[in-house]
């Protein structure tokens, strides 16, 4: 069944992927093996020594294109208590794959990612069999288009890379607990955004210019409570 499971993502996107696997598995024997070449922190998958003995960490999956951003990232969640470290990816594709292979309770995903793009990597994960998994997604800036589009895909939560690291784990532990996770700014500018669309309920008489004479006398005798054979005689409509 974990085999089965391993493959899902791999069988329905199988041009995202490419030869992303036997690239992740060559990287983690290498880490595995000591190796100073391995390309990332795949398959760290444990709790820090801090974390050992303490409640159920929340399991992370770091997914950006810069090697020391990885690094950082990964010495930053493995210092925090009740955190760990589940992996590392180098690109969209790899994300996918150890999305599937680890199930972490969050991916922590730059805007930025090489290969598959972030926000499609988002949406394959907001499939049913990935759902669990709570994608943060972090942006160079507060762009309202990438927020939207971001949300949009799935994702439960946007920060921008200068967040500081309190704040970033606060995400993170909000999104691990069920809920979203957006910087004051953020939510700020969705609630201007919101607040300037039309309210549906509002009546707009303009639209009425556009009616013809007798859908305006039909109109009105829907609002008088007619039924529709009553319309019809009427209107002597046959």
């Known amino acids: 069944l974990q085999h089965s499971a391993r493959g899902t993502i791999q069988r329905r996107h199988p041009r995202q992927i490419g030869d992303t696997v036997a690239t992740t598995r060559r990287s983690a024997r290498e880490a595995s093996d000591g190796g100073r070449r391995e390309r990332n922190l795949v398959l ?125 784990m606060q995400g993170i532990r909000r999104l691990a607990d069920g809920d979203a996770a957006l910087s004051p700014s953020s939510v700020r500018r969705l609630i201007d955004v919101l607040a300037g669309q039309p309210d549906p309920t509002r009546a707009r008489p303009e639209l009425l210019e556009e009616l013809t004479e007798r859908e305006l006398e039909v109109m009105a005798l829907v609002a008088a409570g007619l039924s529709n054979d009553e319309i019809a005689q009427r209107l002597v409509v046959t």
Do not use: C, W
Not at 128 to 140: A, K, N, P, Q, T
């Open 44 to 168: 760290v998958g444990t709790a820090n020594s801090k974390n050992q003995g303490s409640s159920p960490s929340i399991r992370v999956l770091v997914a950006h294109g810069d090697r020391l951003a990885r690094a950082g990232l990964g010495a930053l969640l493995d210092a925090e208590p009740g955190v760990a470290v589940a992996g590392s990816a180098a690109d969209g594709a790899e994300a996918l794959v150890l999305a599937d292979e680890l199930r972490p309770d969050v991916l922590l995903l730059d805007m930025a990612v090489p290969g598959v793009d972030a926000f499609t990597v988002t949406r394959i994960l907001a499939d049913g069999d990935y759902s669990h998994i709570r994608v943060l997604m972090v942006g160079e800036s507060e762009d309202d288009e990438k927020i939207f589009f971001s949300l949009r895909a799935g994702a439960t939560g946007f920060l921008v890379r200068d967040t500081e690291p309190a704040e970033l």
